[in-house]
């Protein structure tokens, strides 16, 4: 134990430096919720003027409005540029009872701060192995709040 703890302190520093994201949001029928750890982070200030890249993979949760939820993996790159927000990412849906959804997202936003960004997100999720009669698509639309922490 005395040799860990060592190791444990000098290993908070590089992890400090790089931040997770907690997204809340909300979709006509559902609401979600993801925190996204990390792989790589990337961040450039220059006279008032900052870039911020994200790379990052994580968890989420949706709750449907008629009691259903469903489990999300997600892999994303979000980039900050002044004001402007952009990010995409790789879904993987896994709801209650039923094959796994994935695909693609979006997300165009306004930083209103380095640390909170509000977007719309549009994703597009198939279920790829399922028979014809089954519910093969979901696409949303949906109103994003980011915080960086």
């Given at each position: 134990?005395r040799?860990?703890?060592?190791?444990?302190?000098?290993?908070?520093p590089?992890?400090?430096?790089?931040?997770?994201?907690?997204?809340?949001?909300?979709?006509?029928?559902?609401?979600a919720?993801?925190?996204?750890?990390?792989?790589?982070?990337?961040?450039?200030?220059?006279?008032?003027?900052?870039?911020?890249?994200?790379?990052?993979?994580?968890?989420?949760?949706r709750?449907?409005?008629d009691?259903?939820?469903?489990?999300r993996?997600?892999?994303?790159a979000?980039?900050?540029?002044?004001?402007v927000?952009?990010?995409?990412g790789?879904?993987?849906?896994?709801?209650?009872?039923?094959?796994?959804f994935?695909?693609?997202?979006l997300?165009?936003?306004?930083?209103?701060?380095?640390?909170?960004?509000?977007?719309?997100?549009?994703?597009?999720?198939?279920?790829?192995?399922?028979?014809?009669?089954?519910?093969?698509?979901?696409?949303?639309?949906?109103?994003?709040?980011?915080?960086?922490?």
């Open positions: 134990m040799r860990l703890l060592p190791l444990l302190l000098l290993a908070a590089p992890l400090a430096a790089q931040s997770t994201l907690v997204s809340v949001i909300r979709q006509p029928r559902a609401t919720a993801e925190f996204t750890v990390p792989i790589t982070e990337l961040q450039v200030k220059d006279r008032g003027e900052f870039a911020h890249l994200h790379l990052g993979i994580g968890l989420g949760v709750h449907w409005d009691g259903d939820n469903a489990l993996f997600v892999a994303d979000n980039a900050t540029a002044n004001e927000f952009l990010g995409l790789a879904i993987v849906e896994a709801p209650q009872g039923e094959g796994a994935l695909g693609p997202r997300r165009v936003g306004w930083a209103f701060h380095p640390r909170w960004v509000v977007s719309l997100e549009g994703e597009h999720l198939e279920r790829p192995f399922s028979s014809g009669i089954t519910p093969r698509r979901r696409s949303n639309l949906g109103l994003v709040t980011t915080f960086r922490f």
